[in-house]
C-alpha cells in the first residue's frame, strides 16, 4: 500500500482544529472544509520578511561594495566597517664600494593597521546616491630603524553613484561612481622620524568607475573597472637620507575587479571576489635639483567573505583578503555592519 506523507505544517494545522472540525458528522464537515484549507495555505506560507534569495544577493553586494546597490529618494543608511590590514616583508639593505660589499643586512618590516570607517548614504533620487566616507586609522609600525603608533582620522571621501537605467532582473545593472578624496589624514609626505605613521595618502585624489552586476538565482556576478587621478603634493621639505624632498606627483591608477556572491540559505551568503589596482610610478622632486621616478606597483587580493542575515533587513559581511602580489598587503579581515536598522 503507498503511503502518503503529510507536510509538518499541514499537521500541525490540522491538530490545531477545534474537536468538531475533526469528526466524521456530515452536518460538520462543510463548515470545517474551508477553515482547514485556510490554516493550511497559512501555515504553508512564506512568512513575511523571508524574501527570496535575490533580496539577499543584493543585501550582500551592497555590503560587499556599497557601489552595487542605491537606495530611495530622501532615505539615508549609515554603515560601519572595521578593517585590519597586515603588511610584513624582510628588505636587504645592501652598500657597494670598490666592487666589494661593504653593508649586508636584513631588515624585518611589520606594519599593523586597525580602520574603523563610518559611512553615510543619502538618496538624492532613486537613481543617485551621495555618499560620505569618514575613517579612523590606528597604525603600528616596527622597523629596524624605528617605532611608531598614530591614532588619527584618515582622508575624508565624497562621493556619487547614479544608475543610468532601471534595474531588471534579466538584465544587467550598471553603476556610474565618481568619488573626491581629502587629504585630512596625516601625510607621509610630512612625517618627521619619530613624530608618528602616516594615516594618509598625502593629495587629493578623484576617482570614476563603472560597476556591473547580474543575478541569476542563487548567485549574483558582479565587476567594476575604475580610474585615480591624484593631484601632486607640493611646498615640502622632507628630509630623505640626504636629500631634501620638495614635490611628489603621483601616477594614475587604474583598478578592476570580479566575483561573484551565492546564497546558501535564506540567511546564509558568501562572496569570492578578486581586485587588483595598477598604479604608475610617481616623480620625486628633491632641493637640489635632482628628479627621480619610482617603480610602477600592482597590488591584486583575493578576497572570501560570509554574509550572515540576522533580520530581514539586516545582513552583517565578515570577509578575509590574502595578498596575491609583492606590493599587496599580506593579510586583509574585515567587517561591515549596517548602523541604521
Not at 653593508?103 to 574603523?116: A, K
Not at 628630509?239 to 606627483?249: D, F, M, P, Q, Y
Not at 635639483?289 to 545582513?315: D, F
Request: aromatic share 8%; no cysteine.
Amino acid at each position: 500500500m503507498k503511503s502518503h506523507h503529510i507536510p509538518f505544517a499541514f499537521a500541525a494545522a490540522l491538530i490545531a482544529l477545534p474537536a468538531h472540525a475533526q469528526t466524521s458528522d456530515n452536518a460538520a464537515a462543510p463548515a470545517a472544509a474551508p477553515a482547514t484549507a485556510d490554516a493550511a495555505r497559512d501555515a504553508l506560507a512564506k512568512k513575511e520578511g523571508e524574501g527570496d534569495q535575490s533580496a539577499l544577493l543584493k543585501q550582500t553586494l551592497t555590503a560587499v561594495d556599497k557601489q552595487y546597490t542605491l537606495i530611495r529618494k530622501n532615505q539615508l543608511q549609515l554603515t560601519y566597517d572595521l578593517s585590519y590590514a597586515y603588511v610584513g616583508e624582510d628588505r636587504i639593505v645592501t652598500d657597494i664600494a670598490n666592487g666589494s660589499a661593504t653593508l649586508f643586512n636584513i631588515e624585518n618590516n611589520n606594519s599593523h593597521t586597525v580602520t574603523n570607517t563610518f559611512s553615510a548614504d543619502y538618496g538624492l533620487l532613486d537613481n543617485l546616491t551621495g555618499n560620505v566616507t569618514l575613517p579612523f586609522i590606528s597604525r603600528y609600525s616596527d622597523t629596524a630603524i624605528r617605532s611608531g603608533v598614530s591614532n588619527t582620522i584618515g582622508d575624508i571621501s565624497l562621493g556619487a553613484r547614479w544608475q543610468p537605467f532601471e534595474a531588471r532582473r534579466d538584465q544587467p545593472g550598471l553603476t556610474v561612481t565618481s568619488s573626491v578624496r581629502l587629504p585630512t589624514g596625516r601625510s607621509p609626505f610630512k612625517i618627521i622620524a619619530g613624530s608618528g605613521e602616516a594615516t594618509g595618502n598625502g593629495v587629493g585624489a578623484a576617482t570614476v568607475g563603472l560597476n556591473v552586476n547580474k543575478i541569476v538565482d542563487p548567485v549574483a556576478l558582479f565587476a567594476s573597472v575604475n580610474l585615480t587621478e591624484s593631484a601632486p603634493a607640493k611646498n615640502l621639505w622632507q628630509v630623505n637620507g640626504s636629500r631634501i624632498l620638495t614635490r611628489v606627483a603621483p601616477g594614475q591608477q587604474v583598478g578592476f575587479g570580479m566575483g561573484f556572491a551565492y546564497a546558501l540559505s535564506y540567511g546564509i551568503s558568501t562572496t569570492v571576489s578578486f581586485q587588483e589596482v595598477i598604479a604608475g610610478g610617481s616623480k620625486l622632486r628633491f632641493a637640489d635639483g635632482l628628479e627621480a621616478k619610482t617603480h610602477m606597483q600592482t597590488s591584486g587580493v583575493l578576497n572570501l567573505g560570509l554574509g550572515y542575515r540576522v533580520s530581514p533587513k539586516t545582513t552583517i559581511n565578515f570577509s578575509v583578503g590574502i595578498g596575491v602580489t609583492p606590493d599587496s598587503p599580506d593579510l586583509v579581515v574585515g567587517m561591515n555592519m549596517p548602523l541604521s536598522f
